[in-house]
């Protein structure tokens, strides 16, 4: 390990000992001491105290400026006053009904004027919605293989956790992926189900239909791959996606929970003009609580509606939820709100490239919308192989760096991106930048140091 990042680290672990002590009270009930996997790094993680608008604070009371965001999921920030009045006012008159109510068709219809579909049912993870977009698929197609792609996120049911991050040893060949299941108990049968292809690579996904004729009930697609840090769609890719899926018969679903509210009003439908069959929507989308959506054109619904596929959930419509998601579509994923997430976003991505220039970093800033990353590669990268060359103990130097400096610039992995929200401001940038740059000088050093230890 560069003892750089020794020394970052034991910044860390002398700013953080409550951090610690928490770990330790909860790893005999929790495990990993964690409550979802994502959460869990060395030394160990950052227990959050309170967090407001762009900032937290850790049990130990440092104070950070968020550009994590709950992996993403808070282009609102924290405790956005819109999204708290609203749900207070709902906290009045009932939590939970199981029956209708009226907030569900003007959510719907909120969804149904930014995004290519006609209707619209409700979840509370990107799991369940994702879940439900695929069997919608199959029973639709009556098909029951579906594509994904190498190194995709979407969720954690059975049908996506393959090759989700495969190792290299058992990935296989680059123009025809192997189908490796992402730990135990995902059945081998659904694993045959789950065909895989490269991003980017529409061979591939040609060659699986040629191999499948008729099967194939979906291809389920980030639009921009944002569980690789940022990697971004070439040209006509998604086209291709959309040319082959409807002379397939084939539904073409976007997995939008991470881009739909953050790359603009209508998400990557809009952004690369390309009309999915089935959207799905979380994160963002619910302000802070756990809102989620599939949505699709009538006739896929239809299914529903006439009662062949099965769809329901006792959390589905949760009227507080659904009030905060009325509140973040009405009073944050507004042009006010996207032209003030594009200004600071601006100042934050050109900062950053200045920086990196100035101190010879190799490596690029990648953003779209609300999201960015900075990425230490030497040039842009396609997929998730290209992705998994990462040099992981400088990613790591980057970020305890910065959270030594106040600010947790993304997510702990560095399969993340940062995100920014309404809260945010130019004078977080600067802070943010800052930092950055303090920090710079070591990150350019030790690169330079572990590449000629490499040459040499
Ligand atoms: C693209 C994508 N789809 C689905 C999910 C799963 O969402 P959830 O964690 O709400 O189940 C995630 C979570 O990070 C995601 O990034």
Redesign the pocket.
Known sequence: MHSLLEKELSTFESRTPASRAALKRAEPRLPLGVA?N?RSYEPWPLFVKDAKGSHFHDLDGNEYIDFNLC???LMAGHCHPAVVKAVQQRLEVGTMYGMPHTLEYELAEEICQRFPVDQVRFGS????V?MHAIRLARGFTGRDKIVKMEG?????HDAVMVSMKPSAALYGDPHRPTQVPAGGGVPADTVKNTLVAQFNDLEAVKRLFAEHPGQIACVIV?PIM??IGICMPEQGYLEGLREICTREGTLLIF?????GAKLGRGGACEYFNINADIV?L??SIGGGF?L?AFATRREVMDMIAHHKVFHAGTYATNPLVMAAGLAVFREVLTPEGYAHIGKVGEALVSGYKQIVKKNGIEGYVESAGANGALLFYAKRIRNYREWLTVDTDLWRLYWFGMVNRGVMPQPYWWDEQWTLSVAHTLADVDRHLSAFEELAPAIAQAQQESSAQVVA
Do not use: R
């Open positions: 979802s994502f992996f993403g999921a993870s990107g799991t369940e994702t995709a996120y979407h969720g954690v980030e944002m569980n997995d939008e929970v991470k881009t799905t979380a994160k756990p989620a």
